[in-house]
């Protein structure tokens, strides 16, 4: 048996970013806030809402037939948690490491490092 994945899958990732911006949906809701280039079935959206369900990452309940989901986990507490596991995963739990990959790796723009470097400034104490 596949153990499970403390983290999102880029697929409930997909369901999950539905359900933060609706901030609650029916399984139906949820296939019709999807892009138009990720066609799902109900069945698939329905089971991994239960997925996620069992991962602690939504709660259900029960309106006249249908089950309403909504996130338990917020977008800003899961972006914390994914920036966490990174840190441990591949830096070593260093935040140092990982800004200067992506500095190093020119994945940060002249704007976006004047903007982090204000922001630095700003945190002294």
Known sequence: MRKKSPSLTDAELRLMEV?????????????????????????????????????????????????????????????????????????NGSPELLMLNLVEGRKIGREELQRLRKRIEEEKP
């Open 19 to 91: 359900l933060w911006d609706k901030g609650s949906a029916t399984v139906s809701d949820v296939v019709e806030g999807l892009p138009k280039n990720v066609p799902l079935h109900y069945s698939t959206v329905l089971t991994t809402l239960r997925i996620l369900e069992n991962k602690g990452y939504l709660e259900h309940s029960k309106e006249g037939r249908a089950f309403v989901y909504r996130p338990v986990i917020g977008r800003d507490q899961e972006r914390e948690n994914a920036v966490t596991h990174l840190l441990g995963r591949f830096f």
